[in-house]
């Protein structure tokens, strides 16, 4: 793997999160009536969820 394909996929990563991330403040933006009327607290607590599930240190 060379360095350029690490910067590469690096900068892929670094594009999709700060996308990602925009269109939640966009979506945290709107009126409370209009996100929950596009079903955003569910898809938003959803991902949270998962993230902690996946994240979670596991005591053995």
Same mark, same amino acid.
Request: zero cysteines; proline letters at 3%; aromatic letters at 10%.
């Given at each position: 793997m060379s360095v %350029?394909?690490?910067?590469?996929? %690096?900068?892929? @990563?670094?594009?999709a999160a700060r996308t990602r991330h925009r269109g939640e403040r966009i979506l945290l933006s709107l009126p409370a009536e209009l996100r929950k009327d596009i079903g955003f607290p #569910?898809?938003? #607590?959803?991902? #949270?969820? @998962? @993230?902690?599930?996946?994240?979670?240190?596991?005591?053995?």
């Open positions: %350029l394909s690490s910067i590469g996929r %690096l900068a892929s @990563r670094y594009t #569910e898809i938003f #607590e959803t991902r #949270e969820t @998962r @993230r902690a599930a996946t994240f979670s240190p596991k005591i053995i």
